[in-house]
């Protein structure tokens, strides 16, 4: 069964920069959409940023716009989200998942599969 598993959160300080890591288990992560998910306490999940099949779109919320990339490597089963300039406001659960949509989608009811997620604090 296909698993994504989400790391290299942590705590930063404002203005630092973090990577995170989704690695997908499975011979099938080159045939999806893939993107990252956000919660924040007592708040609603959010998109963050996602990306196509082949890496040829990108979309970004409003907020992260600028400061954060989104990547994948389909070699290595793996997509990355650098994020830089780092925010209080950035605090929350990242989560990545995994989409049908190939070229892309920010819809978070267009994503099947979803890893546990991993904590990334950002202090002033």
């Known amino acids: 069964q296909v698993q994504l598993t989400e790391s290299g959160g942590g705590l930063a300080q404002v203005g630092a920069s973090l990577r995170l890591s989704c690695a997908a288990s499975g011979r099938t992560f080159g045939s999806y959409a893939m993107g990252w998910f956000r919660q924040a306490p007592g708040k609603e999940r959010e998109f963050v940023a996602a990306v196509s099949r082949n890496s040829g779109f990108t979309y970004y919320a409003n907020s992260v716009r600028g400061r954060f990339t989104i990547s994948r490597d389909n070699d290595k089963n793996t997509m990355y989200l650098q994020m830089n300039s780092l925010k209080p406001e950035d605090t929350a659960i990242y989560y990545c998942?995994?989409?049908?949509?190939?070229?892309?989608?920010?819809?978070?009811?267009?994503?099947?599969?979803w890893g546990q997620g991993t904590q990334v604090t950002v202090s002033s």
């Open positions: 998942a995994r989409s049908n949509v190939l070229q892309g989608t920010t819809r978070g009811d267009e994503y099947d599969l």
